[in-house]
T-cell receptor
Framework: AQSVSQHNHHVILSEAASLELGCNYS??????LFWYVQYPGQHLQLLLKYFSGDPLVKGIKGFEAEFIKSKFSFNLRKPSVQWSDTAEYFC?????????????FGDGTTLTVKP | NAGVTQTPKFRILKIGQSMTLQCTQDMNHNYMYWYRQDPGMGLKLIYY???????DKGEVPNGYNVSRSTTEDFPLRLELAAPSQTSVYFC???????????FGSGTRLTVV
């Protein structure tokens, strides 16, 4: 069965620090990759996605992620975090073929940014 | 645009009761999904639909049923509620398999 692993459950950073959240998946086929964010009191929203082409993708609010196929990884990065980035972040892997559209989510990483 | 609308936002059910969680989207998306999120866990797929009249089970379908009579609506039915169904339920939609999801705001359900 496909699984998604987010290595850090809770990350605490100071403003202006750099961020990298790890995401690894286990699935041998072609995948679509997503990062979602849930700000306090808000619903989940798409941060960025990858399905083909340049493995370095840029999303909203200065976030980017790199797909490394050989490592089955899709890590999220931001050079300088802000207090407003405090949120929960979910990595998701979408299948293709007959299971197209269905996504498996990681358990999430809670990011706390101290002002 | 409203996006994905879920009702109710909160509900407390007694064991054995039934209820329907409503989900409506106004984006003409073909794909719709129901996920549940337990504390400290990721989202688990309950049911999904790739178009009106077509539904299929996800990872955790037991105790739930769905229907998709229109493109817009994808209600989730809980029959004989159990404490294990206490969770936050999210409905989502997408235009096709390559796009990410648009989520609703969730329904927090407690079964006592």
């Amino acid at each position: 069965a496909q699984s998604v692993s987010q290595h850090n459950h809770h990350v605490i950073l100071s403003e202006a620090a750099s961020l990298e959240l790890g995401c690894n998946y286990s699935y041998g086929g072609t995948v679509n990759l997503f990062w979602y964010v849930q700000y306090p009191g808000q619903h989940l929203q798409l941060l960025l996605k990858y399905f083909s082409g340049d493995p370095l993708v840029k999303g909203i609010k200065g976030f980017e992620a790199e797909f490394i196929k050989s490592k089955f990884s899709f890590n999220l990065r931001k050079p300088s975090v802000q207090w407003s980035d405090t949120a929960e972040y979910f990595c998701a892997v979408g299948r293709t073929g007959t299971n197209a559209g269905k996504s498996t989510f990681g358990d999430g990483t809670t990011l706390t940014v101290k002002p | 645009n409203a996006g994905v609308t879920q009702t109710p936002k909160f509900r407390i059910l007694k064991i054995g009761q039934s209820m329907t969680l409503q989900c409506t989207q106004d984006m003409n998306h073909n794909y719709m999904y129901w996920y549940r999120q337990d504390p400290g866990m990721g989202l688990k797929l309950i049911y999904y639909s790739v178009g009106a009249g077509i539904t299929d089970k996800g990872e955790v379908p037991n105790g739930y049923n769905v229907s998709r009579s229109t493109t817009e609506d994808f209600p989730l039915r809980l029959e004989l509620a159990a404490p294990s169904q206490t969770s936050v339920y999210f409905c989502a939609s997408s235009p096709d398999a390559l796009y990410g999801y648009t989520f609703g705001s969730g329904t927090r359900l407690t079964v006592v």
